[in-house]
């Protein structure tokens, strides 16, 4: 690239060297994530990705896409961006989990106000951690300068993921019934939604990011900036150890909107609140803003980033792999005939 350079371009804001620099730094990180099927490198018009699916009988391939959200302004706040897009792939990924499926690769889209290059690889740096942590590949992005957009210090992080299951192996609900038993993976806290009511509420700006919380061993800032959990390798733990019968990730819109999703038309899922521990991340969001206990079950995830409905029978099996797979679960309600919905009591 040693002859691209522009500088009208750089003038008006778009620095093309700043951004092959980018791609220099970031080019360790992206092949860390290479696994087999992984084509090619980064720099290339397409990521390629040749799946293996010589045991499948009919492969179907499921795909997500999310982004960081204003968690982000958390990002800008502690001046702290290898995480975040750690967040990027969880909310990509574990939608694609919950299918069944296996996340095979990921691209990410960040558009910036201004291309500061080890920003930019930090950025990714935290992308490709995701993906080893899904066992899945990064086999490319874009970075897009939005000079007079964005602000210069500031920056939108996307992405989507594309994954692989065989037809007879998808998980999608339809076999839940009643007597079926819920039970909860445990999240990290408040994972990587409902951040507009969590910095209204907690009055976040540069002061209060950096106040210490006792209750949280660590500053305000840094509790809400830890990572959405992967639970791509937890759900392969538990497909494999018991008849997983339905899966909801569990993000905006809370129980009351994620949980409906993986139940068919005739199932009620009662929840038992007492069952599931709440972080004290939630207790200091609700008393600080009195907020309703509903609207808490219905914007964040209580403590619940997984919930899976199995076989009352399968309950300690489900348990024993989640603990094998270094999460917690617990047993927090039961599926019912009713109307499709979910009580919380």
Known sequence: ???????????????????????????????????????????????????????????????????????????????KHDTVGIDCVAMCVNDIACCGAQPLFFLDYLAVGKNYPERIAQLVKGVAEGCRQAGCALVGGETAEMPGFYPVDEYDLAGFSVGMVDHDKMIDGTKIASGDVLIAVASSGVHSNGYSLVRKTLGINEKSVRRYIAEFGKTLGEELLTPTKIYVKTIQSLIASCNVKGMSHITGGGFYENIPRMLPDNILASVEKAALPTPEVFKLIQSTGNIPERDMYNTFNMGAGLVIAVDKNDADKALEAIAAAGETGYLIGECKSGEKGVEIW
Do not use: C, H, W
């Open 1 to 79: 690239m040693v002859n691209s350079r522009s500088e009208s371009y750089k003038a008006a804001g778009v620095d093309v060297t700043a951004g092959y620099e980018a791609v220099k730094q970031m080019k360790p990180f992206v092949e860390s994530t290479f696994i087999p099927g992984v084509l090619g490198s980064i720099g290339g018009f397409g990521g390629m990705f040749e799946p293996n699916i010589k045991d499948m009988k009919r492969p179907i391939l499921v795909s997500g896409t999310d982004g960081v959200g204003t968690k982000l302004k958390l990002a800008f706040l502690m001046d």
